[in-house]
């Protein structure tokens, strides 16, 4: 104002100031909301601040935090890859969008996020923990796979087998590695068991096209043909 004293101008900072007290209200209500739990509301508020302040990392990142507590995890990771794009150096949004897909149980996608925490700061604790759990699992289901389409399928078998001890707690890798063992069994013959594990995985997810069709050529070598 002081540089172009016309009234317009006056109209344009009094608008733009009561909006900015406004935001900041909004703003004060949000992070309220999020230390009482109520994400849903926070969502609801950091999304008519994020409207006018587009470029603002921390706000993203705190509703990142939000839709994680909501279970809306890809809503997180796009609010995550903008914060790592807006705020440079940002370890910290690379290493959350590299455990959400790692908890997701996309490995490769998990590996590729954390190998960009680690081109910022090599010494990241965190980051480097993580990289080499999601290495070392992500080797070993690549080796099984290259198992499975040479025809070793007992080789297979063991390799998803150390899959399950590498990553206990994540139960999506343990579901896929046991709905890669069922295939192992039942090109391998060995109907009885892949019947049983099969309907193991099925039990856990009983749309799963895969563990549906080995369970049936299973069934087949049985003469199980109703079932």
């Known amino acids: 104002l002081k540089s172009n004293p016309s009234n317009n101008e006056e109209k344009e900072a009094q608008a733009q100031l009561t909006k900015s007290d406004e935001l900041q209200r909004l703003h004060s209500q949000a992070l309220s909301a999020y230390q009482q739990e109520d994400y849903e509301a926070a969502i609801s508020l950091l999304d008519e601040i994020l409207a006018v302040c587009v470029w603002d990392a ?39 969008i590299s455990r959400i897909y790692y908890q997701l149980g996309d490995h490769e996608l998990s590996l590729s996020e954390v190998r960009e925490c680690l081109k910022l700061d090599q010494d990241h604790k965190q980051c480097f923990s993580l990289y080499k759990q999601v290495k070392k699992l992500n080797k070993q289901i690549e080796s099984a796979e290259e198992f499975i389409r040479e025809g070793r399928y007992e080789d297979a078998i063991s390799k998803y087998e150390s899959v399950m001890k590498t990553e206990p707690e994540v139960t999506v890798y343990s ?5 890669r063992i069922c ?12 019947i049983k594990l099969c309907t193991e995985v099925l039990q856990l997810e009983p749309t799963n096209v895969n563990a549906l069709k080995d369970r049936a050529e299973a069934y087949l070598l049985e003469d199980m043909y109703e079932e």
């Not at 579901?175 to 709905?179: C, D, H, S, V, Y």
């Not at 295939?183 to 892949?194: I, R």
């Open 58 to 96: 921390e706000l993203r990142e705190l509703r990142a935090e939000c839709y994680i507590k909501e279970g809306e995890p890809s809503k997180a990771i796009s609010d995550l890859k903008a914060a790592a794009k807006l705020k440079n150096d940002n370890t910290e949004a690379f290493y959350k």
């Open 175 to 179: 579901t896929r590695a046991k709905e």
């Open 183 to 194: 295939h192992c069994l039942s090109k391998n013959q060995q109907a009885t068991e892949a």
